[in-house]
């Protein structure tokens, strides 16, 4: 499924890298929606984790295409940015309907920790009675 994704282009350094960069900002979205949201209802910190999702498909691509430049100088600086997704490419993107890449699968696994993340202060509770 995945044999042709780019991320087989890299080398085992750069693979490595992307994976540092990308468990780096996946972590650090799931701490905003963990902690950060914690303490506000239940549909905000969903309407929260939603909105930090929409932001990283959104925006992430940038930051993907810098940390390729850091690996092919010579790729010209550039921004890659395009219009911001809509509604339905969200819902496709977590009902894993996008594209077949680990970028969209990954984007996707990424999508419902947040949702998880924003769903556990609720669960907890309610396991505590």
Do not use: N
Not at 1 to 24: A, E, N, Q, W
Not at 34 to 41: D, L, V
Not at 85 to 100: T, V, W
Not at 117 to 126: F, G, K, W
């Amino acid at each position: 499924m995945y044999d042709s994704d780019s991320f087989f282009d890299l080398t085992l350094v750069g693979r490595i890298g992307l994976l540092f960069l990308s468990s780096g900002m996946a972590l650090g979205l799931i701490a905003v929606v963990w902690r950060g949201y914690r303490s506000r209802p239940l549909w905000l910190r969903l309407i929260g984790a939603v909105a930090l999702l929409w932001l990283f498909v959104w925006l992430s691509p940038q930051v993907y295409y810098l940390y390729y430049r850091f690996l092919i100088p010579d790729l010209p600086l550039q921004w890659v940015l395009k219009t911001p997704p809509d509604p339905l490419d969200l819902a496709q993107l977590l009902i894993f309907q996008g594209r077949e890449t680990l970028s969209d699968h990954g984007k996707a696994v990424l999508g419902w920790c947040l949702i998880a993340a924003a769903l556990a202060p609720s669960i907890r509770a309610r396991l505590a009675r």
